[in-house]
């Protein structure tokens, strides 16, 4: 295979996913060639970048331009190659197939993180005899879904602009006054969203498996705060993988307000 050839193979397989691109070029690079330094430096850093990801600590946009500068840097890699850095003529089909446990476990971590941060999502609800009750996790998510529509009811007498403005608004404060852990929830499934699309490999399993983490009652909490301003890029993300569908509909203050998720 032309070197050409072997370097447009290598960029296509970075195209699937950065961990595929990296696995690619480890495979064709000749140990003894000066150039294979500079990529144990960039899959070193690679590797303590997916490490600090599954800890939650990092913001994902910081992880996301982590992942850019390592994409760029293993593109540049790629474009200095030459015949003597290579110890294969052709790059492996099968190399997908050895890196996707390694996706695979990074995605789960990443659903383990979810429910943690799910579980931390609480409600509280004081009575007038005294009685204090306090929910946690889905329970919690389908409290806050009757308090809401009970203090959106009055919106559903409107013309659908000006109910879609008022719940907008009303939306747009209750994720404000957000004390961090419904924030923490959604930066997760954003960074899950994010790592799904970012490669074509097995995709749509992961995309399924996303979709049958959430309630009905969680996908409506998604699709508000997808449209209340707080993140752009997570109403990005949640149009672009199709994550809440019409199901939420009858849960509105107007099933009409789904097509405001455009």
């Known amino acids: 295979m032309e070197l050409n050839n072997i370097k447009s193979d290598l960029k296509q397989r970075i195209a699937q996913g950065l961990n595929f691109g990296i696995e690619a070029a480890e495979d064709v690079i000749d140990p003894e060639a000066d150039i294979y330094n500079d990529f144990i430096l960039l899959k070193s850093k690679y590797n303590d970048l997916m490490y600090l990801s599954t800890l939650n600590t990092l913001p994902y946009e910081q992880i996301e331009i982590g992942q850019d500068r390592l994409r760029n840097s293993l593109i540049g890699l790629i474009d200095r190659l030459g015949p003597s850095s290579l110890k294969k003529q052709e790059v492996n089909t099968d ?102 699309m970012e490669s074509e490999i097995e995709r749509q399993f992961f995309l399924n498996t996303l979709r049958s983490l959430f309630s009905k009652f969680e996908l409506w909490l998604i699709f508000h705060y997808a449209l209340s301003g707080m993140d752009a890029e997570f109403k990005e993300l949640v149009i672009k993988s199709s994550l809440v569908d019409g199901s939420i509909k009858p849960y509105l203050v107007n099933e009409t307000h789904f097509d405001y998720l455009q």
């Open 95 to 196: 190399l997908k197939v050895q890196a996707l446990p390694t996706r695979r476990t990074n995605f789960f971590k990443l659903l383990d993180i979810h429910f943690q941060n799910l579980e931390a999502i609480a409600h509280t609800e004081s009575w007038s005899d005294g009685n204090v009750e306090k929910t946690t996790g889905r329970a919690a998510i389908f409290k806050i879904y009757q308090m809401v529509r009970r203090q959106c009811k009055s919106f559903e007498a409107l013309a659908v602009e000006e109910s879609w403005a008022k719940t907008e608004e009303f939306f747009n404060q209750f994720f404000g006054y957000d004390d961090g852990i419904l924030e923490v929830y959604f930066k997760n499934i954003r960074h899950m969203m994010a790592y799904i």
